[in-house]
């Protein structure tokens, strides 16, 4: 194993070993971005009560953070096209960690708001490169292991992340939690420097040509609004699952972490399952946990009253989600091959401005509508999703009009 090497850009080689370091220099990336990104999803109580703002006005933080995520992906990875994708993976992490820091001393709310803004940009960037960059690090045949690798770094995040973050808030507040955060970004950044070997940009694109992309190409387009719809329920629902288990199951502090890492455990199980199954059909991966989805959110809404039906209804979202997300990352490679780092910008622009409004939403619904309406709303969108993708089955990408075909799962 120490033995093998794989090429690098420019004819350079590094040890298999060094590769798949990198791989999982990564997939802690990953980690460290989503985990900031969602944090406040579980401190949304704590958070709000400390700052004297309403729990709809608090989930803002995430609104805010998805809307720079997404709306500046699409232009910053164009910019930045030249740019060695080491670096700029380095530059995001400094810039993770530094806001960290700002928004565990932050004395005002509008404060942290400007800083997760900001953050929100880098965050965006990594969800376009990250993929790209691990599938680049080792051989080819190994690149879907890889890919599948990494995204599993989303479900250590609602593993271990998300939960821990509302146990050291029980503990020592809010503040410390994304102080202690702030540390695992800079040691994250430091691996990174120190394994990731050189990756020049390959198939990045101007702006213009990034957003051509769906405009010609009707497969990426369906993959674009089935994403759309799938986040904007998703995470309308689950961006206030915390209060809404505190007022439908008079769920405690403790519990909340409890059902929170039953949920990871169950994504990390959906996404397991999910690498043997849709390299070979994402679409019906996609469809299965749709379904998946929707199924959790009308248990949440009749048996989730209960510590025992949350927890089922958790565990089934859990795993759902996990087959969702790596379905619809298959399914966008496999729309657009020979430009997917501009395909995932698209992605990714999509994923997050319908986290953020998904986020804005729920908490309108919240504020007006009380808690359980937001339960609701996210099963009417996702359902939208589902029976978006079922009635539509499009025709296979044509390698040669998107730029040459690379590592491509058959849909």
Same mark, same amino acid.
């Given at each position: 194993?120490?033995?093998?090497?794989?090429?690098?850009?420019?004819?350079?080689?590094?040890?298999?070993?060094?590769?798949?370091?990198?791989?999982?220099?990564?997939?802690?990336?990953?980690?460290?971005?989503?985990?900031?990104?969602?944090?406040?999803?579980?401190?949304?109580?704590?958070?709000?009560?400390?700052?004297?703002?309403?729990?709809?006005?608090?989930?803002?933080?995430?609104?805010?953070?998805?809307?720079?995520?997404?709306?500046?992906?699409?232009?910053?990875?164009?910019?930045?096209?030249?740019?060695?994708?080491?670096?700029?993976?380095?530059?995001?992490?400094?810039?993770?960690?530094?806001?960290?820091?700002?928004?565990?001393?932050?004395?005002?709310?509008?404060?942290?708001?400007?800083?997760?803004?900001?953050?929100?940009?880098?965050?965006?960037?990594?969800?376009?490169?990250?993929?790209?960059?691990?599938?680049?690090?080792?051989?080819?045949?190994?690149?879907?292991?890889?890919?599948?690798?990494?995204?599993?770094?989303?479900?250590?995040?609602?593993?271990?992340?998300?939960?821990?973050?509302?146990?050291?808030?029980?503990?020592?507040?809010?503040? $410390?939690?994304?102080?202690?955060?702030?540390?695992?970004?800079?040691?994250?950044?430091?691996?990174?420097?120190?394994?990731?070997?050189?990756?020049?940009?390959?198939?990045?694109?101007?702006?213009?040509?990034?957003?051509?992309?769906?405009?010609?190409?009707?497969?990426?387009?369906?993959?674009?609004?089935?994403?759309?719809?799938?986040?904007?329920?998703?995470?309308?629902?689950?961006?206030?699952?915390?209060?809404?288990?505190?007022?439908?199951?008079?769920?405690?502090?403790?519990?909340?972490?409890?059902?929170?890492?039953?949920?990871?455990?169950?994504?990390?199980?959906?996404?397991?399952?999910?690498?043997?199954?849709?390299?070979?059909?994402?679409?019906?991966?996609?469809?299965?946990?749709?379904?998946?989805?929707?199924?959790?959110?009308?248990?949440?809404?009749?048996?989730?009253?209960?510590?025992?039906?949350?927890?089922?209804?958790?565990?089934?979202?859990?795993?759902?989600?996990?087959?969702?997300?790596?379905?619809?990352?298959?399914?966008?490679?496999?729309?657009?091959?020979?430009?997917?780092?501009?395909?995932?910008?698209?992605? $990714?622009?999509?994923?997050?401005?319908?986290?953020?409004?998904?986020?804005?939403?729920?908490?309108?619904?919240?504020?007006?509508?009380?808690?359980?309406?937001?339960?609701?709303?996210?099963?009417?969108?996702?359902?939208?999703?589902?029976?978006?993708?079922?009635?539509?089955?499009?025709?296979?990408?044509?390698?040669?009009?998107?730029?040459?075909?690379?590592? $491509?799962?058959?849909?």
């Amino acid at each position: 194993m120490t033995e093998t090497r794989t090429a690098a850009p420019g004819g350079r080689t590094h040890t298999a070993v060094r590769s798949w370091l990198g791989v999982a220099a990564i997939t802690a990336s990953l980690f460290v971005f989503l985990t900031t990104e969602l944090m406040p999803v579980g401190l949304l109580t704590p958070m709000s009560t400390s700052l004297d703002i309403s729990v709809g006005v608090a989930g803002l933080m995430v609104t805010l953070y998805g809307v720079s995520a997404g709306l500046g992906v699409p232009f910053i990875v164009a910019w930045t096209r030249r740019v060695d994708r080491r670096v700029l993976l380095s530059t995001l992490l400094a810039t993770l960690t530094l806001g960290n820091v700002i928004t565990s001393v932050s004395p005002s709310y509008p404060l942290i708001l400007t800083t997760r803004l900001v953050m929100g940009f880098a965050s965006g960037v990594f969800w376009a490169i990250g993929v790209s960059m691990a599938m680049r690090l080792v051989a080819e045949r190994h690149a879907s292991r890889a890919a599948a690798i990494v995204m599993s770094g989303i479900s250590v995040a609602a593993v271990v992340g998300m939960p821990l973050g509302t146990v050291l808030e029980s503990l020592d507040g809010w503040r $410390t939690t994304f102080l202690i955060w702030a540390g695992l970004s800079a040691l994250v950044f430091v691996a990174v420097v120190a394994v990731v070997p050189s990756l020049p940009s390959t198939n990045a694109v101007s702006v213009r040509e990034v957003f051509g992309l769906p405009l010609r190409n009707a497969r990426l387009r369906l993959v674009l609004v089935a994403v759309v719809l799938f986040v904007l329920g998703h995470f309308g629902a689950y961006t206030f699952v915390r209060p809404y288990l505190e007022q439908s199951a008079s769920a405690t502090p403790l519990f909340v972490t409890l059902v929170l890492m039953l949920y990871g455990a169950g994504g990390a199980a959906g996404n397991f399952a999910a690498g043997f199954a849709v390299s070979r059909n994402p679409r019906g991966g996609f469809i299965a946990g749709c379904a998946g989805l929707v199924v959790s959110l009308l248990l949440l809404l009749t048996i989730g009253h209960g510590p025992g039906g949350s927890i089922v209804t958790l565990v089934v979202w859990g795993v759902s989600f996990g087959v969702v997300q790596l379905s619809q990352i298959t399914m966008t490679q496999a729309a657009a091959p020979g430009t997917f780092e501009a395909a995932m910008s698209l992605n $990714t622009m999509a994923y997050n401005t319908s986290i953020a409004l998904g986020a804005l939403f729920g908490g309108l619904f919240v504020d007006h509508l009380g808690v359980t309406s937001v339960v609701w709303y996210g099963l009417a969108l996702t359902a939208a999703s589902l029976l978006l993708v079922l009635g539509t089955r499009p025709k296979p990408a044509r390698a040669g009009h998107e730029g040459g075909a690379t590592q $491509t799962p058959a849909a």
